[in-house]
């Protein structure tokens, strides 16, 4: 086997997040997004001495797993690459992987509590980042999301299930007022052009709508026509503002340079377990908010009682777990890096009148350092990445008997699990929460106690 060979091969087992395996001439092949049972021509893109990367190409036959996909999309977009599978099929393969990836790391003696299904299994998204571009070089104007193996290319997808057709009707007045304008979409290669993402977001609570249009400076262009289109579209929810930010950095991810409003408000506002949030346009918030008060619910039980207790809630975002256990305890103190969700936790804080939450803004390792009181409870909720190991220790230091961590990220979440466990500490129980149906994500809750 070598580097451009083309192959066929039947995947045999699955490995997180979603590297399906299968076997050629002894030799183990990872394919992304092969599913267990399905015969797939794969191009191979990596060869090694013990293994070989490639690129799914076609499904030959299908799993006997699989079934006809829910969305016409399905193919093209890059997302939701197992809704072929059913859903129980699904949460059952997301609580063995898991499950695997913590007994490989050694994680002894725990209690495993299986996979929690999330509430809604379709329209369950609050928040759509879409990216302007095109499917072909110099065609048509999409809007959506970039094309399955192709980050060059973008598809529309104005009938998408995993949100509500809010979503969908807010798209398509934009693509289509765009495309009528003739406005070139931005080239991330060539740096030149003036459309570059479109954001959508949606309480579920509140059901109030947020659009922020984001587009580089080399065009002037007067955007109230379309906000009046948008304004008069039959919404189930309430559109309460529309954004345009301004945005030449290089790099193809959203950021702020420069924000107008260009009707209504900055926020909307959302509800999660009796408490209200308000989220700005850049703030971070879960994207599952009726699978977040069940996610946030098995944090709080595995937290326990903890009604005289100081707590520490780090990597706290916008501090919705921490506001949520001040509800329960004694006082909370969260650290989180990025200032403006911290300026969010706090005011957020304000808006429930819970005088017991206090956010700070730095880095986990330094700012541990100048907390005066010290915790008895410890709740993590790291990014992808995990817990740096410098800050790890710091954290285990404290000699808490209780820890509860949250992650949405099994791999490094088992890393940690194994320095914790080596450092003096149990792990008591795991349970999964399905957060993102139809997707290889999970996140998982984790109950600590010091040995």
């Given at each position: 086997?070598?580097?451009?060979?083309?192959?066929?091969?039947?995947?045999?087992?699955?490995?997180?997040?979603?590297?399906?395996?299968?076997?050629?001439?002894?030799?183990?092949?990872?394919?992304?997004?092969?599913?267990?049972?399905?015969?797939?021509?794969?191009?191979?893109?990596?060869?090694?001495?013990?293994?070989?990367?490639?690129?799914?190409l076609e499904v030959i036959s299908r799993s006997?797993?699989?079934?006809?996909?829910?969305?016409?999309?399905?193919?093209?977009?890059?997302?939701?690459?197992?809704?072929t599978v059913a859903y129980d099929d699904q949460?059952?393969?997301?609580?063995?992987?898991?499950?695997?990836?913590?007994?490989?790391?050694?994680?002894?003696?725990?209690?495993?509590?299986?996979?929690?299904?999330?509430?809604?299994?379709?329209?369950?998204?609050?928040?759509?980042?879409?990216?302007?571009?095109?499917?072909?070089?110099?065609?048509?104007?999409?809007?959506?999301?970039?094309?399955?193996?192709?980050?060059?290319?973008?598809?529309?997808?104005?009938?998408?299930?995993?949100?509500?057709?809010?979503?969908?009707?807010?798209?398509?007045?934009?693509?289509?007022?765009?495309?009528?304008?003739?406005?070139?979409?931005?080239?991330?290669?060539?740096?030149?052009?003036?459309?570059?993402?479109?954001?959508?977001?949606?309480?579920?609570?509140?059901?109030?709508?947020?659009?922020?249009?984001?587009?580089?400076?080399?065009?002037?262009?007067?955007?109230?026509?379309?906000?009046?289109?948008?304004?008069?579209?039959?919404?189930?929810?309430?559109?309460?503002?529309?954004?345009?930010?301004?945005?030449?950095?290089?790099?193809?991810?959203?950021?702020?340079?420069?924000?107008?409003?260009?009707?209504?408000?900055?926020?909307?506002?959302?509800?999660?377990?009796?408490?209200?949030?308000?989220?700005?346009?850049?703030?971070?918030?879960?994207?599952?908010?009726?699978?977040?008060?069940?996610?946030y619910s098995i944090a709080m039980d595995y937290?326990?009682?903890?009604?005289?207790?100081?707590?520490?809630?780090?990597?706290?975002?916008?501090?919705?777990?921490?506001?949520?256990?001040?509800?329960?305890?004694?006082?909370?103190?969260?650290?989180?890096?990025?200032?403006?969700?911290?300026?969010?936790?706090?005011?957020?804080?304000?808006?429930?009148?819970?005088?017991?939450?206090?956010?700070?803004?730095?880095?986990?390792?330094?700012?541990?350092?100048?907390?005066?009181?010290?915790?008895?409870?410890?709740?993590?909720?790291?990014?992808?990445?995990?817990?740096?190991?410098?800050?790890?220790?710091?954290?285990?230091?404290?000699?808490?008997?209780?820890?509860?961590?949250?992650?949405?990220?099994?791999?490094?979440?088992?890393?940690?699990?194994?320095?914790?466990?080596?450092?003096?500490?149990?792990?008591?129980?795991?349970?999964?929460?399905?957060?993102?149906?139809?997707?290889?994500?999970?996140?998982?809750?984790?109950?600590?106690?010091?040995?």
């Open positions: 086997m070598k580097k451009k060979a083309i192959i066929e091969i039947k995947i045999e087992e699955v490995e997180f997040p979603s590297k399906g395996i299968g076997y050629y001439e002894g030799k183990k092949v990872y394919v992304k997004n092969g599913i267990v049972g399905q015969v797939v021509k794969v191009y191979i893109k990596k060869v090694r001495k013990e293994y070989a990367e490639g690129k799914l006997e797993r699989e079934r006809d996909s829910f969305c016409p999309h399905f193919g093209l977009c890059g997302g939701c690459a197992n809704q949460v059952q393969l997301k609580e063995k992987l898991v499950k695997k990836l913590l007994d490989d790391a050694g994680i002894k003696g725990y209690e495993f509590e299986g996979i929690e299904k999330s509430p809604e299994v379709y329209e369950y998204r609050n928040k759509m980042e879409y990216s302007f571009g095109d499917e072909t070089k110099g065609g048509i104007l999409n809007l959506g999301m970039h094309k399955r193996g192709s980050f060059q290319s973008v598809v529309t997808v104005d009938e998408c299930k995993l949100v509500d057709n809010d979503f969908n009707k807010i798209l398509k007045t934009a693509l289509d007022y765009f495309r009528e304008k003739e406005v070139p979409h931005y080239n991330a290669k060539t740096h030149k052009g003036f459309l570059r993402h479109f954001i959508v977001r949606k309480a579920k609570g509140t059901e109030e709508i947020l659009v922020n249009l984001v587009t580089s400076t080399q065009m002037d262009m007067d955007m109230s026509e379309l906000v009046e289109k948008t304004k008069s579209l039959d919404l189930k929810g309430k559109l309460v503002g529309y954004l345009h930010t301004f945005n030449d950095n290089l790099s193809d991810c959203v950021t702020n340079e420069r924000l107008e409003i260009l009707y209504g408000r900055d926020y909307f506002y959302e509800e999660i377990l009796g408490l209200k949030f308000k989220i700005s346009a850049f703030s971070f918030f879960q994207t599952n908010p009726l699978g977040a008060e069940k996610l937290m326990g009682d903890a009604k005289d207790k100081i707590v520490y809630d780090l990597y706290c975002g916008t501090g919705t777990i921490g506001q949520i256990a001040s509800t329960r305890t004694k006082e909370v103190y969260g650290i989180e890096l990025i200032e403006e969700a911290v300026e969010a936790a706090n005011e957020n804080a304000k808006l429930n009148g819970l005088t017991n939450c206090h956010f700070i803004a730095g880095d986990v390792f330094e700012k541990l350092d100048e907390l005066a009181k010290k915790p008895e409870v410890i709740i993590v909720d790291p990014p992808r990445v995990g817990i740096n190991p410098k800050a790890l220790k710091k954290i285990l230091k404290y000699k808490c008997k209780e820890i509860v961590y949250v992650s949405c990220n099994p791999k490094s979440l088992a890393e940690n699990l194994a320095d914790m466990q080596e450092s003096g500490y149990k792990v008591k129980k795991v349970r999964c929460m399905d957060m993102f149906p139809h997707t290889p994500h999970v996140e998982t809750v984790v109950q600590i106690e010091k040995a």
